[in-house]
């Protein structure tokens, strides 16, 4: 049985306005300087923090920006600089991979289709969905752990799985709020609805949100 959002419309459609009112233009945290930099970025990103991937590309994308300079550079040098990353071997693998098939297949340039991506190494449909979002304005949810947390925390949409939870997200929330939908709620998981001490006391939704247990003071 498909679950549904314990939430009325009219609270749904509320909630992305008070995101929307509070933060009009929200961005990811990844540093990146073109399409190519920001796929390779988001590859990077999976289990690891934004910061520490920032940290490690600014170096890396200054001598490789295009899939020609990162092949150019070798996996032994992708790896030196990404060393600081979390399963970074196997990652400096994936982006030396991609950026051959860049090359060989798409013309150096990155697809804008998910199936497309998802067929690169280290990308699945999370990454897929980043960078559709981020970098070709398609209206995707990129379920993170922040997202799957909130999304079932506050009622918004229930579900066991980052598919099941993408999917009724999409399904309920309306059109004018799609675009910006997952980078609201990645940073309101990331920075207020934290997975230990959520800092209800200054939340933009609290009014609309289900949780049970309101961490009420600081």
């Known amino acids: 049985m498909t679950k549904r959002s314990r939430l009325t419309k009219p609270a ?24 190519f930099t920001l796929l ?4 990077l990103s999976a289990q690891a923090t934004d910061i520490g991937v920032n940290k490690a590309t600014k170096s890396l994308f200054e001598i490789a ?21 979390g399963l970074y071997r ?13 090359i060989d297949r798409h013309n150096s340039e990155v697809p804008q289709t998910r199936e ?6 280290g990308v699945g449909r999370k990454t897929a969905n980043v960078v559709l979002n981020i970098a070709f304005g398609q209206p995707t949810i990129a379920v993170d ?13 229930p579900g066991k799985t980052p598919l099941a939870v993408e999917l009724l997200l999409e399904r309920i929330i309306p ?7 997952h980078h609201w709620l990645i940073l309101h998981g990331r920075y207020i609805c934290k997975a230990r001490k959520p800092e209800c006391y200054h939340c933009v939704i609290i009014d609309q949100c289900k949780f ?4 009420l003071k600081a």
Request: without cysteine; glycine residues 4%; aromatic residues 8%.
């Open 12 to 35: 749904i459609h509320q909630l992305f306005a008070n995101f929307e009112a509070s933060n009009p233009d929200p961005e990811g945290e990844l540093d990146y300087v073109n399409e």
């Open 40 to 43: 390779v970025a988001v590859v």
């Open 65 to 85: 920006p295009t899939p020609e300079k990162m092949y150019a550079l070798g996996e032994d040098k992708i790896r030196e600089y990404v060393k600081t990353i």
């Open 90 to 102: 196997n990652k400096a693998k994936n982006v030396y991979a991609l950026s051959k098939i860049l």
């Open 116 to 121: 497309e991506l998802e067929a690169l190494p």
């Open 145 to 157: 752990t922040h997202l799957f947390r909130i999304s079932n925390r506050t009622g918004l949409a």
């Open 175 to 181: 059109k004018q709020f799609l675009q910006h939908a």
């Open 212 to 215: 049970k247990d309101k961490v």
